[in-house]
């Protein structure tokens, strides 16, 4: 009922930047927050950063003043800016949605997922 379609993925050089790009459609009478997760190999999903509907971002420690999120909710888009990587990050970027149905009924959605190759 939702679709999360990412972009911007891709293969970069150590120290080079990448800017992260999602767009919800379908059911979704209003949004809470978007956000990116991502999962490195043997790792498990965790939060990198997400933005609420009034604005206010929290980032993972490691990628603070490194990446920054920004989104749009009239557009339904969130975009993650992201400089200076390394092969720490290294990992598949998961775009969220925390989002209402109804005005009573909430909802996650998650996107499929854009890899991110950072290469020393």
């Known amino acids: 009922q939702v679709h999360l379609a990412e972009s911007g993925g891709g293969l970069v050089q150590a120290g080079g930047s990448l800017r992260l790009s999602c767009a919800a459609s379908?059911?979704?009478?209003?949004?809470?927050?978007m956000g990116w997760y991502r999962q490195a190999p043997g790792k498990e999903r965790e939060l990198v950063a997400i933005?609420?509907?009034?604005?206010?971002?929290n980032y993972a420690d490691p990628v603070k003043g490194r990446f920054t999120i920004s989104g749009d909710n009239s557009k339904k888009t969130v975009f993650l800016q992201m400089n200076s990587l390394n092969s720490a990050h290294t990992a598949v970027y998961y775009c969220?949605?925390?989002?209402?149905?109804?005005?009573?009924?909430?909802?996650?959605?998650w996107g499929q997922g854009t890899q991110v190759t950072v290469s020393s």
């Open positions: 379908g059911r979704i009478f209003s949004i809470n927050a």
């Open positions: 933005i609420n509907s009034g604005g206010s971002t």
């Open positions: 969220y949605l925390d989002s209402r149905l109804t005005i009573y009924v909430r909802q996650d959605s």
